[in-house]
């Protein structure tokens, strides 16, 4: 399975952004997806995921400003990213729990993508 991310760039404070990642591969159905994110010098975070029955999660500080869609028919998530903050400046990271056509799950991860929001 390989997910492709797009969307990262540069970004004054207020602005939006928004990420998308398509997964490809050998995929009988998707669990979850998600985004996360990792600022220099911090441990990676969940910045938000969705399951396939549509229920969604967000961290704290992006509650209300970030939006998370996904389309499981075709592999894809979004993050739609509004009223930027220079807090979030980071790699964001795809991530997704693919149920593979043998029945075994595995989880899987994108290339990063920077997102830099100035200030």
């Known amino acids: 399975v390989q997910l492709q991310a797009f969307g990262g760039g540069l970004v004054q404070a207020g602005g939006s952004l928004r990420l998308s990642c398509a997964a490809s591969?050998?995929?009988?159905?998707?669990?979850?997806m998600g985004w996360y994110r990792q600022a220099p010098g911090k441990q990676r975070e969940l910045v938000a995921a969705?399951?396939?029955?549509?229920?969604?999660q967000y961290v704290d500080s992006v509650k209300g400003r970030f939006t998370i869609s996904g389309d499981t028919a075709k592999n894809t998530v979004a993050l739609q990213m509004n009223s930027l903050k220079p807090e979030d400046t980071a790699v964001y990271y795809c991530?997704?729990?693919?149920?593979?056509?043998?029945?075994?799950?595995?989880?899987?991860w994108g290339k990063g993508t920077l997102v830099t929001v100035s200030s």
């Open positions: 591969g050998s995929i009988f159905s998707i669990n979850t």
């Open positions: 969705m399951t396939s029955g549509g229920t969604t």
């Open positions: 991530n997704v729990d693919v149920l593979h056509y043998s029945g075994s799950s595995m989880n899987y």
